[in-house]
């Protein structure tokens, strides 16, 4: 569950670079 959650993160926060 942590490793999912922390992968979610890292992928929002390329999405917000890519923006």
Do not use: P
Not at 1 to 10: H, L, Y
């Amino acid at each position: 569950m942590s490793d999912i959650k922390a992968d979610n993160k890292n992928e929002n926060s390329v999405e917000d670079i890519a923006k």
